[in-house]
């Protein structure tokens, strides 16, 4: 697991806003590099305005793309209309920004973008965090993460040869994706690259504690990790380590699928197929 068991969420969607439209196809051919810092996925982000690249984290449970407020101040940029995000712990006052020119790689971003203060979603979030690439990047894409080579990819077509299959289930702004811990019934978990630890599951109650400790973005209080298996259609991953929570985060949703296991995989997600693939490397 990742250094201090730290989770840094990005979780947030703004009300009513969920599916506003991409501004820019993705690229043929594209591939864009990437660095895994604390288990996240973090990206230059060129701006038109700025000398100098932003970093970005790619984050699949954000419902929409946003920018540190920090950020937006030195990049001076006109702050428009007020907003409402919604974390799994409380919510943030926010801004829209319009007109946003940036790219990541050759690829165009959206020019709509939530303004706030990141760490009061998250206090623990990692220093140095400019923004979030949320569910608009992914969005009529074909996106491959390749967590080895540190590459992301967006594809013309998904090539599922020897790779498991997990259906995709839209909701709450999110991608949602079967899950089964312990032997139980699969059930619609958030596909979440915006959590660096490998799960957290929601009503379950722990057989055997591992450990305790502070979870940030979800409670102040301490959260019990427990040693299980996580299946993923015929995959079976063991010695996951999952965090245990009494309620719901959001409604329908049994808990958040990270990348302590999820960067065990090649995985492509295919938004306009609704399927995401996973393949060993």
Not at 1 to 30: C, D, E, G, H, Y
Not at 104 to 115: H, K, N, R, T
Not at 128 to 138: A, E, K, T, Y
Not at 177 to 191: C, D, E, M
């Amino acid at each position: 697991m990742q250094n201090a068991r730290v989770l840094s969420r990005f979780l947030l969607f703004p009300l009513a806003t969920l599916f506003l439209p991409l501004s820019a196809s993705a690229q043929k051919s594209t591939e864009i590099p990437f660095e895994l810092r604390e288990g996240l996925i973090c990206l230059n982000v060129k701006v038109a305005s700025a000398s100098k690249p932003l970093r970005f984290v790619l984050d699949s449970g954000a419902g929409l793309s946003a920018l540190n407020l920090d950020a937006a101040r030195k990049l001076k940029l006109r702050l428009g209309a007020p907003a409402w995000v919604v974390g799994v712990e409380g919510g943030a006052d926010a801004r829209w920004v319009h007109g946003f020119a940036a790219r990541v790689g050759q690829v165009p971003l959206i020019s709509d973008l939530l303004v706030f203060d990141l760490r009061q979603i998250n206090p623990g979030s990692p220093g140095g965090i400019d923004g979030l690439l949320g569910q608009d990047f992914f969005r009529g894409r074909i996106v491959q993460i390749d967590f080895r080579k540190k590459r992301i990819r967006l594809l013309e077509r998904a090539d599922a040869a020897g790779s498991v299959v997990l259906p995709i289930k839209f909701q709450n702004g999110a991608m949602c994706v079967p899950v089964s811990v312990g032997g139980s019934a699969p059930r619609w978990t958030r596909l979440d690259t915006g959590c660096n630890d490998d799960l957290h599951w929601v009503g379950v109650r722990p057989s055997r504690s591992r450990r305790a400790g502070p979870l940030v973005g979800f409670s102040r209080g301490p959260v019990a990790y427990v040693d299980t298996v996580v299946d993923l259609a015929e995959y079976r991953v063991s010695g996951v380590q999952a965090g245990l929570h009494a309620r719901e985060f959001f409604p329908g949703e049994a808990g958040l699928l990270g990348t302590g296991i999820l960067s065990n995989f090649t995985m492509t997600v295919d938004a306009p197929g609704g399927r995401v693939l996973l393949k060993k490397d």
